[in-house]
């Protein structure tokens, strides 16, 4: 396999401090050739009472420099939300002529044979247009995580088998009702034909929206279990969370149904 892949690391306020040295190891730990690899790390600044963890993202690439593949790190004036900092690290990904982009959630680390095994499904399946790893529970990594999302008729998305033993994962590629953003792997071609992450989510649902957006494009949306990714997951509950989430399924209904369908859920919704 000779195909480029762009990993880019989204991290902000003080995620460095405490994800950015696994993440960095599982980088290191990767079996796919570290010349075909590029890491592009993207820090998404900080909250106004907090210190820049700029410096120590620097000073860890340095230290790990004769280990890590070509990295690049992209600092960013303000929080772009999820979906605008990591269309920052896209936009690096398309320019420098990568063939593939691995979204790196801050709090995850990358099992060695991750990159190898998706790049190596998604060369067999060209009608596959986005897929993401197996997402396993941090530290315990007996537990899943996420085994592709599932997507509720009112817009809702969520993930699948969610704390259930590793055991009950697909063994095979399977298609999803949508790809998680945490470890979503997405080819560059279909990036510069139909556009990256929609800038109008800042975060939640983004991935959902770009899944439907292949899959109504006639593209498949698929879990490689194969691949797997170590993720630091807690649910929250937060105000702004849950504002951005309900506004978000809105747009996504009022993006992808129609409007007779939309009258058929309103009394649901």
């Not at 298609?175 to 560059?188: D, Q």
């Not at 630091?232 to 978000?248: A, G, Q, T, V």
């Amino acid at each position: 396999m000779s195909k480029k892949v762009a990993i880019i690391y989204l991290c902000w306020s003080d995620e460095p401090k405490t994800y950015l040295a696994s993440a960095l190891a599982g980088v290191i730990n990767q079996h796919y050739p570290k010349e075909l690899i590029d890491l592009v790390i993207v820090y998404n600044s900080h909250k106004p009472d907090e210190q820049s963890y700029i410096s120590d993202i620097r000073k860890s690439v340095e230290n790990n420099k004769e280990k890590l593949p070509r990295t690049t790190i992209l600092e960013q004036e303000k929080n772009l939300g999820y979906v605008g900092g990591n269309n920052v690290g896209i936009k690096w990904a398309i320019e420098n002529d990568c063939d593939y982009v691995f979204l790196h959630n801050a709090d995850g680390s990358l099992d060695k044979a991750a990159i190898e095994n998706l790049i190596k499904e998604m060369e067999a399946r060209e009608d596959v247009g986005v897929a993401q790893s197996l997402l396993l529970l941090e530290p315990q990594r007996t537990s899943i995580n996420n085994a592709g999302n599932n997507f509720h008729y009112l817009g809702f998305g969520y993930c699948n088998l969610y704390k259930k033993d590793l055991n009950q994962a697909p063994k095979d590629v399977v298609e999803v009702g949508y790809a998680s953003g945490a470890a979503m792997f997405m080819r560059v071609d279909l990036l510069k034909k139909y556009g990256s992450l929609d800038k109008d989510y800042f975060i939640y649902h983004d991935d959902l929206e770009y899944s439907l957006r292949l899959k109504t494009l006639g593209y498949k949306t698929v879990l490689i279990p194969r691949s797997v990714f170590f993720h630091h997951y807690e649910f929250k509950n937060k105000s702004n969370k849950y504002y951005l989430m309900e506004r978000n399924r809105g747009i996504v209904l009022l993006t992808y149904y129609k409007l007779p369908t939309i009258v058929l859920i309103l009394p649901m919704f």
